[in-house]
């Protein structure tokens, strides 16, 4: 398959949509330690759980953006309960 270059307004655009998912991720799983009810958390942490498969695909097509700035591989992991959680299970 080809893969053509995003323009730059496209790859902005995609920088900001990833941005604003790892942000929504990152309050999600913070916030589910402040939630009691286990319907709740359970659901947020569904939310997460794709957020983080959807925030992947986002990235792959970063590869097409005619300038790029570095994917780091290792994501920061919020304490929820004096305990640090892996967003990679």
């Not at 290792?74 to 967003?87: M, V």
């Amino acid at each position: 398959m080809d893969h053509q270059k995003l323009a730059a307004h496209e790859s902005l655009d995609l920088h900001e949509a990833i941005n604003f998912k790892t942000l929504c991720i990152a309050k999600s799983k913070l916030m589910q330690g402040l939630v009691f009810d286990d319907d709740l958390r359970n659901l947020m942490k569904k939310d997460v759980e794709q957020s983080i498969q959807d925030l992947t695909e986002l990235q792959s097509l970063y590869e097409r953006a005619p300038f790029q700035a570095p994917v780091p591989q290792n994501r920061p992991t919020p304490i929820i309960d004096g305990k640090e959680e892996n967003s990679h299970e």
